[in-house]
Nanobody, 123 residues
Framework: QVQLVESGGGLVQAGGSLRLSCAAS????????MGWFRQAPGKEREFVAC????????YYTDSVKGRFTISRDNAKNTVYLQMNSLKPEDTAVYYC????????????????WGQGTQVTVSS
């Protein structure tokens, strides 16, 4: 079992930055690929970014490339999502997730989910 707790969300103006954190506990964190997904009001949850256990493989959805950076610190059992140049369309609840094996862009392939943290970007 893996428990995931997100933090760092909030209200920010367009063009601003936020850093989300996801603290993991339970099974060995470094064995797990980690991902970030988001769900905007009235929309389905969508993939944002994911990272392999070593940090050697990273993937982003096209809409955040060049603006968001995913990283992890296995010593701290934490994964981060640095979000720069935020846009109103980035407004959503952001979820941290984990799975054994390779990182994936498909939410159905993830085993554990956090409760989510709200990110609101005002125009």
């Amino acid at each position: 079992q893996v428990q995931l707790v997100e933090s760092g969300g909030g209200l920010v103006q367009a063009g601003g930055s936020l850093r989300l954190s996801c603290a993991a506990s339970g099974r060995t964190f470094s064995w797990y690929a980690m991902g970030w997904f988001r769900q905007a009001p009235g929309k389905e949850r969508e993939f944002v970014a994911c990272i392999s256990w070593s940090g050697g493989s990273i993937y982003y959805t096209d809409s955040v490339k060049g603006r968001f950076t995913i990283s992890r610190d296995n010593a701290k059992n934490t994964v981060y999502l640095q979000m720069n140049s935020l846009k109103p369309e980035d407004t959503a609840v952001y979820y941290c997730t984990s799975r054994k094996g390779s990182p994936s862009t498909e939410q159905d392939e993830y085993d554990y989910w956090g409760q989510g943290t709200q990110v609101t970007v005002s125009s």
